[in-house]
């Protein structure tokens, strides 16, 4: 039988396929009249088996309700109570109400999700931190500004505490990856919090005797510090405290004004 006859009966088959109960009657009507060559049983087994699955047995997809983005949002209120070893699959699937295949379907891994998780923090809850540094103005003001910004985020937060500081500080070995990353992370906050203080040095706003990579070092270090005692139940009052005193490092080395 010609390709293009072969491409033409498929229309009848799957029709066929409809009114037959079993595929190997099916088989058994199209070979006792010529209609099915031997090269053409496997193609059409599976057209058979297909549409003689019973509706309400065939795999279904997710269900349309199904929303990502409120799934990473639920799986972040989790890794910020519990940590990302503390969270289990049965924790992420029961909270989100989805079966542990469809999570693994949707996200690929448990990881994969708490990845997706951190940058919704980072967009959401952290934005604060790179709006700050951002800022035009004297590096003093940033960095009282960051500092004070934080107390305010870290004790009203949901989670309390900063995620890319408490998230993930220890972990499994073969959980490293992640931990890894988490840390990296935390790196490049207090480079760029550098990258402002070497402008202001730059500017002359610093002394020329300024050491930017401790300071940066410092306030890092500080933020973090504020987040583990705002996960530890300091108020806001008591941060902002710790942070006005932070400032005293920075007020040492600005440069005379004339």
Do not use: W
Not at 57 to 76: H, K, N, S
Not at 117 to 144: Q, S, T
């Amino acid at each position: 039988m010609p390709n293009r006859a072969l491409i033409a009966s498929v229309p009848i088959v799957v029709t066929i396929c409809r009114l037959i109960p079993h595929p190997k009657f099916l088989h058994r009507s199209l070979r006792k009249y010529g209609a099915l060559p031997t090269r053409c049983q496997a193609p059409i087994a599976v057209i058979a088996m297909e549409m003689s699955v019973p509706e309400g047995r065939r795999r279904r997809g997710r269900p349309r309700q199904f929303d990502r983005d409120e799934a990473v949002a639920t799986a972040l209120r989790l890794f910020q109570e519990r940590g990302y070893e503390g969270t289990s699959i049965a924790d992420l699937t029961d909270a989100i109400g989805i079966s542990a295949t469809s999570l693994y379907g949707v996200f690929a891994s448990k990881e994969s999700l708490f990845e997706e998780a951190v940058d919704l923090y980072r967009k959401r809850d952290g934005a604060f931190a790179e709006a700050a540094l951002d800022r035009p103005g004297p590096a003093i003001a940033v960095i009282h500004d960051l500092l004070m910004e934080a107390a305010q985020h870290y004790a009203s937060g949901s989670g309390r505490g900063c995620f890319i500081a408490l998230g993930v500080l220890s972990c499994a070995v073969e959980h490293r990856a992640v931990a890894d990353r988490m840390a990296a992370r935390r790196l490049a906050a207090r480079d760029r919090i550098k990258s402002r203080l070497d402008r202001a040095k730059l500017e002359g706003e610093l002394s020329a005797s300024a050491d930017t990579q401790a300071l940066a070092a410092f306030y890092a270090a500080t933020l973090q510090g504020l987040s583990v005692q705002a996960r530890d139940g300091a108020t806001e009052r008591e941060l902002r405290q710790i942070a006005d005193l932070a400032l005293a490092p920075l007020r040492a080395v600005l440069a005379p004004t004339r």
